[in-house]
């Protein structure tokens, strides 16, 4: 059994057309690229609010991304929002600490 993205390609296209992407195809082929790499992120619809208070609604990537860091390794739980002119702008991402876990600067 695979376990890419979790979904499959009709979920996947269902989901990218809910969204208002300029480049549908690009959008759909990274999101498989990165899921031979990153197994653990589920795709689903969110809601981005921006800096100045409007939305947008976009394809959201939740789930943990795996860091090693001195010998050991560590699930960052994270959020990746696929913005609408994905490439030319960069996904917006999230670190999202769970209980119990700090971010130290």
Avoid at 32 to 45: A, M, N
Avoid at 67 to 76: A, C, H, V
Avoid at 94 to 105: D, E, K, L, N, S
């Amino acid at each position: 059994m695979t376990n890419h993205l979790v979904i499959n390609n009709n979920s996947l296209d269902h989901l990218i057309n809910q969204v208002k992407y300029e480049n549908k195809k690009i959008v759909k082929d990274h999101l498989i690229q990165l899921s031979l790499y990153i197994k653990t992120l589920i795709p689903k619809i969110g809601k981005l609010i921006h800096n100045d208070g409007s939305e947008s609604t976009l394809i959201l990537l939740t789930g943990t991304i795996p860091i090693n860091y001195e010998k050991n390794q560590y699930n960052i739980p994270i959020e990746i929002f696929i913005t609408e002119y994905y490439p030319q702008t960069p996904p917006v991402v999230y670190v999202r600490p769970t209980a119990g876990r700090f971010i130290y600067i």
